[in-house]
């Protein structure tokens, strides 16, 4: 059996890597378009960073694992093709700012039409709007030459910085098909791949629409329970409960559950705001603008998260940061990973570099081209109607981005720190030498409340850790808005 991937992205990479690991007698290639991206999947040094991923792409390549560029090459030989492109949000057009743009999805789905000589399994890997395997049936059979085409949704769940370990031993596997013979037979042969390695208990076969709509709820869900406990994490710091305390206590009820309920500055990432977007746009077409509106609080709640931390560093450092030199640790959207799609740091760091700041950034997995692209891109504003562009940077502001090699490096002489992303070494600190090092007084504000703020305030750091009672000086600073 040959499979072929079409996208070398996140998704794709360690997906196929680890179907190749546990079925050596399937022969898996992944293709993509960016040349760049698949010359780095045949390095030394891949193009994402996962824990333990090097590993089997090195036992695999060259065995039964490999990257082209080929597409139709490879699409042509295959049985099965997983579709694995980017959904990002629409930038322009109809539904621009929260519809999913399909433009790559199409882009795969002809060429699979028009190279195609045998009959194949489409699997629909990437995360799309729900029935968009009536429109891949579409492209596909608009000239089939007599092919065949059995098309599957198979959303991926896996997470970024743990993506081997959740594919290795997924919670599950979701399969949908149509509810046709052959469509059942083609359910079959795809749980006979995973079947080499997932308990048979754990692979849901269930219809397509439901798989297609399955994962953007999924991705709704666990966005809505950081945004439930983010806005609780304001309330607490008004009255004193401590927020880690309170979703101790939540989540130990067997009906809530403990994940999911960590208080930070906001969620990022490449999935969960253009799901939720791509959800609140599919009830919005589906004549449905309340359910639109509920979805469409989870984002709200976020935002004003980021904006609550940006005053909150701004107001306890005097109302003013112009000229200050604020380090930033982490920038990437969540520990283990080098992906800053989405990253809530970007906006952050954009409200700081707004009031003149000056930053100096330090995640151990983004590099300064990353952080500079990042910080210079336009962003769609989600909440208007029109597509507008929110802050784009001036070269000036652009001058008061400095990039560090390390923590200690970005404190030196640092009027205050935030801490943007969950890294274990921003745990493990020498926090006395960053007090010794930076201005006084020395502020700290902990957006993922990973340092223990009694240790630090006993250092003699003012801190500010989100959601947990705050310290006297931050206190009395009233924050407007
Ligand atoms: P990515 O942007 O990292 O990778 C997509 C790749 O597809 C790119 O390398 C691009 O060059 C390639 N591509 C685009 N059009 C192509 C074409 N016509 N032919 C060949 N290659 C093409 O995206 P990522 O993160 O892997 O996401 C892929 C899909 O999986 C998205 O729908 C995403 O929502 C979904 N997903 C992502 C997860 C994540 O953690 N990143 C988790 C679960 C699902």
New binding site residues.
């Given amino acids: 059996m040959k499979i072929c991937c ?8 360690p997906t196929m890597a680890v179907i190749a690991l546990k079925c050596p007698s399937v022969e898996v290639v992944v ?4 040349a760049k ?1 698949i010359a780095a999947w045949n390095s030394d040094r891949l193009p ?1 960073y996962e824990p333990r991923l090097y590993e089997i792409v090195d036992q695999c390549r060259g065995r039964n694992l490999s990257f082209s560029t080929d ?1 139709e090459r490879h699409v042509s030989e295959a049985d099965i093709v997983f579709i ?4 990002p949000t629409k930038t322009c057009g109809l539904g621009a700012g929260k519809a999913a743009d399909l433009t ?1 999805w199409e ?2 789905a002809r ?1 699979i039409a028009d190279v195609s000589t045998s009959d194949k399994i489409v699997v629909e ?4 709007p729900v029935r968009t395997g009536e429109s891949l049936k579409k492209i596909l059979t608009h000239n089939s030459k007599g092919i065949n085409y059995q098309i599957l949704s198979n ?6 910085g743990t ?1 081997v370990q959740d594919l290795l031993r997924p919670d599950r596997v979701l399969i949908g098909g149509l509810e046709t013979p052959e469509g059942q037979k083609a359910v079959q042969v795809l749980k006979d791949v995973y079947a080499h390695w997932v308990p048979e208990d754990r692979i849901i076969t269930i219809n397509l629409w439901s798989a297609e709509l399955s ?1 953007l709820v999924a991705n709704a869900y666990l966005a809505q329970r950081i945004s439930s406990i983010n806005a609780i994490s304001a309330l607490c710091e008004a009255t004193g409960a401590d927020v880690s305390e309170v979703a101790h206590a939540v989540g130990e009820d067997s009906r809530v559950g403990p994940m999911y309920l960590n208080a930070s500055f906001g969620f990022g ?3 969960f705001i ?2 939720i977007l791509s959800l609140v746009y599919i009830c919005e077409c589906n004549g449905l603008t309340d359910v639109a509106e509920y979805w469409k609080q989870v984002l709200k709640i976020n935002d004003f998260q980021k904006n609550r931390f940006v005053k909150r560093v701004i107001s306890s450092m005097f109302n003013t940061v112009v000229g200050k030199k604020i380090a930033v640790l982490g920038f990437a959207f969540k520990k283990d990973t080098g ?1 800053t799609r989405d990253a809530p740091g970007i906006d952050v760091c954009k409200g700081l570099l707004d009031d003149e700041a000056t930053l100096s950034i330090y995640d151990p997995q983004v590099s300064e081209e990353q952080i500079r692209y990042d910080l210079t891109m336009q962003k769609l504003d989600w909440d208007r109607s029109s597509s507008n562009k929110l802050l784009i940077l001036s070269p000036t502001e652009m001058k008061q981005v400095h990039t560090a090699s390390n923590a200690y490096e970005a404190a030196e002489e640092a009027h205050g720190v935030c801490i943007l992303t969950d890294w274990d070494e921003f745990r493990e600190l020498d926090y006395r030498k960053i007090y010794e090092a930076m201005c006084k007084p020395a502020f700290i504000f902990d957006g993922r409340n990973v340092v223990d703020p009694e240790k630090l305030r006993a250092i003699g750091f003012i801190v500010y850790s989100i959601g947990k009672p705050l310290d006297p000086w931050v206190k009395s600073r009233a924050v407007a808005g």
């Fill in positions: 079409i996208g070398a992205g996140y998704v794709g990479g293709v993509d378009i960016s991206r994402i597409v694995s492109v980017n959904t790559y882009s795969a060429t890997k990437s995360t799309v959303p991926e769940f896996l997470a970024e993506a994962k990432g490449s999935a253009k799901d992906d």
